[in-house]
């Protein structure tokens, strides 16, 4: 085995690792050597030294060694082995609720053992629930850790002591075939070597600090994360470098129909809106497809950039799609689009999967034809027997909804007509800086800061649900003076009947409670035609009142509402509260948020609550989610697989990824091959997805 490359070495070739167990390692994603090791531990348990049994403090986690005084199997609420050992200074209970009759035989009276977990208050002293143990020869000399001993991820069916066996084994491999070394030594003159790095990681002596560790500021964990934000920024260029391989058309800036829609409306469009709006016009005139997320705060101004970028490409006779992830919003979508387009002499198609039959078929037809240049849909428009005349530029809304599977099928779209399709992606929930450099590195970025004039801030209270009377009466003075409110419902379960359920009841409260408010209520469960009808009510004040689930979350524009209440705030994360919140403010009178809590708040909820008290900046508060939530749950890391770091914390680790960033660029000019290897290392799984 000498001399292979340890991401070569399959796990088989260790002692103890069979179909089986091959099969429960791969769930965790450890396949070779190289796997192994770059599995590193979450933390660390120190047995390198025993503690006198009287000297035990409860809640730490200790070493003991004693003798057997008694053990015997009791019958209360739950069969248990009980044993008490005792090293003369004072006694310990251990107790088992999962033991065999080995482990019975191994602690009778009179065997001495080694025992390591977890100090509680029993009712007769000190005592161990479920501890590791070891018999110990009285002969020999107590045999105790010489390292702190590593505490890894695992899965149901591997032990803690399989993956220390194990790591034991590949270290001692580690040392006939070291890991290669890919970085340029220019880089590595200031880190340790990565076989050190490993080595520590794993076995850390026991003087190590471990301070540092959880600060991610100790060598050997600084090699790791520079090696890791580097493989991603890598891969982030590949990707970028990869689509740029790929044909598209090129669209000269055309602003016949932009001028003619601007006329129309009653507004100009802010400096930033115009700004991105010149970086979309030059991404489009490139032979290659535009890869560009737009970010803007809630009420920024989005959907007009959208509508100006997809002008550019209707004017020459291409097809433009967008997509957004439910159908409340793509049906608002639709809406606008008709307003703006149809006086242009623009047919706009619609696309949902609540279409049904020969309604759903017409349109397929038209679409397919080339009549409909502009089509608005969810994510129906994926499926495979929907198709284009001339697919030439994609808008994806709120991107973090959609799987890269499903980005990746419109993508595809474009392969069947010989070109590939441009690719603008909107968000509306601001991304920290440190995440776009990161998640997001292989895409153009504009942001929108600048909101339309007129906009008043959102003043934002949190109020406990006791005082809820009081919340309702505020409603009715607000609706009384000529204004309009949201009530919005929301439950910790994401499901719309329980949701839509919700609303119900307190619309029967709402309607008891104020007799004389005309009150309309819309859900995920009604039917498209019905939820326009409410919105559209509500919109032309024909309804004071709108209750509602978090479907209005985005997309709705009623400039003369002021007051937003939150029912169970405590229940979302900032970004949705954020995006709620910004439904109200859109006109020029001074705006209410209220948060509606039950007491007790966790810390987390405190937290969130109070950030939305303090600021209106979609970034601030997203870089606050970043910190409370981490990234996995602000990119919705189940669909996309992005930020899944095996070393790196994004937020613990943001300080160093501007530098890793220009040293990235470095690499991928000048060591092409190192490069490759390193993304190979870290992100195994890359593939075409780098592409949408």
Known sequence: M?????????????????????????????????DLLLHLPLRY???????????????????????????EITFGRRRMLVCQISDGTGTLTLRFFNFNAGMKNGLATGKRIIAWGEIRRGQRGPEIIHPEYRQQDEQQAIALQETLTPVYPATEGIRQATLRNLTDQALVLLQHNPIQELLPQELCRSLLSLTEALQLLHRPPPEMQLADVELGRHPAQLRLITEELLAHQLSMLQ?????????ALSFKPDDRLSA??????????????????????????????????????????????????ALQVIAADQQVVMMAPTELLAEQHAHNFRTWFEPLGIQVGWLAGK?????????????????????????????????????????IDEQHRFGVHQRLALWEKGQQQGFHPHQLIMTATPIPRTLAMTAYADLETSTIDELPPGRTPVTTVAIPDSRRSEIISRVEKACAEGRQAYWVCTLIEESEQLEAQA???????????????????????????????IMQQFKSH????????????????????????????????????????GRVGRGAVASHCVLLYKPPLSKTAQKRLQVLRDTNDGFVIAQHDLEIRGPGELLGTKQTGNAEFKVVDLVRDQRLIPEIQRIAKHLHQHYPEQSKALIERWLPAKTLFSNV
């Open 2 to 34: 000498k001399g292979r490359l340890l991401d070569a070495i399959p796990l088989t070739t260790l002692t103890g690792v069979g179909a089986s167990q091959s099969a429960k390692l791969a769930k965790i994603g450890l396949h070779t050597l190289q």
């Open 45 to 71: 348990e120190d047995r390198t030294h025993l503690t006198a049994i009287n000297d035990l403090q409860a809640g730490s986690h200790t070493t003991v060694c004693g003798e057997v005084l008694h053990s």
């Open 239 to 247: 990707a970028r470098a990869g689509a740029q391989q790929y044909r």
């Open 260 to 309: 003619q829609l601007l006329s129309q409306l009653p507004f100009t469009p802010t400096g930033a809106q115009q700004r991105v709006v010149k970086e979309i016009e030059q991404d489009l005139a490139h032979p290659y497809p535009m890869l560009r997320l737009v970010q803007g705060d809630v009420g920024s101004g989005k959907t007009l950039v959208a509508a100006l970028a």
């Open 355 to 395: 279409q049904k039959g020969k309604a759903r078929a017409a349109e397929q037809e038209r679409i397919a034809r080339g009549e409909v240049h502009m089509v608005v849909g969810t994510h129906a428009l994926f499926q495979e027997h929907i198709q284009f005349q001339h697919l030439a530029l994609v808008i």
């Open 503 to 533: 609303a119900e009841n307190t619309l029967l409260e709402l309607q008891v409670a104020l007799p004389a408010m005309r009150i309309g209520l819309v859900h995920g469960r009604m039917k498209p035609a019905e939820k326009q009808q």
């Open 542 to 581: 024909e309804l004071d009142l709108l209750i509602a689930t978090t479907v209005i979350e985005v997309g709705v524009d009623v400039p003369n509402s002021s007051l937003m209440i939150i029912d169970n705030a405590e229940r979302l994360g900032l970004a949705q509260l954020h995006q709620l919140r």
